[in-house]
Every structure is written in structure tokens, then in C-alpha cells.
């Protein structure tokens, strides 16, 4: 075996490539629980219980009750390309709801986790769905 003195030897790099796995995963970890506690809040300050955020098909229905006021238009999400028409309008009607405006439901819609927690963390005020 030849050692070349100004490379390190390959378990060094294992530990390093290993410390850096388990704090990507512990960060994505408490991503995770945040997301999930923010999103339990969210739906308090709407009047839903909390739980519901944890469920996964009735997570969507009440979401979308919570923007739309019809909790059934979770199924049309289901649908390929109107889905994602619905779920961008959701965004919109989501911001609205909680007295944000446009700039707001475009961060919904680009980063719906961050933006879930900052509703849900923050001071915004639950004020219903918004028609038109």
C-alpha cells in the first residue's frame, strides 16, 4: 500500500460524509416538525382541530375548506391538470383567507411548507373564505 502523505486516508472522509448525513437529517427532521406544528396552528386559528393536519386525505379537506369554504373541492386536486390549477387558486384563496395578499399566496404557492409555518407561527388573523 502506497500512502501518499498529503492526501487523508479514506475513513476520514467516510466520518466526514457520515457527520454530514446525520446533520442533513436532523435538520430535515426538525423541517419536519415544524411543518407539522405549524400547520396544526394554522388550522386552530381557523377553527378546525389541529389533529386534522396529521390525516392525510382529510388534511386536503380541510385545507381546502379552510380557503374555499367547500371542503369537497379537495377531490377535484385529485385530477391531474386541474389539480394543479385548483391547488394554485387554493394558494390564493388560502392568502385571502388569512388577510395576506397577492405576493403572500405566491409564496404559498412556490413554498407552501415555509409559508404554512409563518401562517401558522405568526400573527395573521383567520378571517374565512373570500368569495369571488
Not at 446533520?23 to 427532521?29: K, L, M, Q
Not at 381557523?46 to 396529521?54: D, H, K, R
Not at 381546502?64 to 386541474?82: A, E, N, S
Amino acid at each position: 500500500m502506497s500512502y501518499y502523505p498529503d492526501t487523508a486516508p479514506s475513513y476520514i472522509w467516510s466520518f466526514i460524509g457520515g457527520a454530514f448525513s446525520m446533520a442533513y437529517t436532523v435538520f430535515i427532521i426538525i423541517l419536519v416538525i415544524l411543518e407539522v406544528v405549524g400547520r396544526w396552528k394554522m388550522y386552530e386559528k381557523a377553527g378546525e382541530p389541529g389533529w386534522a393536519s396529521l390525516i392525510p386525505f382529510y388534511s386536503s379537506y380541510e385545507l381546502y375548506k379552510i380557503g374555499w369554504g367547500h371542503g369537497w373541492y379537495f377531490l377535484i386536486g385529485y385530477i391531474p391538470i386541474v389539480g394543479v390549477v385548483f391547488s394554485i387558486m387554493l394558494s390564493i384563496k388560502l392568502a385571502r383567507a388569512y388577510g395576506m395578499g397577492t405576493g403572500f399566496a405566491v409564496g404559498l404557492i412556490l413554498l407552501p411548507s415555509i409559508f404554512h409555518m409563518i401562517l401558522g407561527f405568526g400573527d395573521s388573523t383567520y378571517y374565512g373564505p373570500v368569495e369571488g
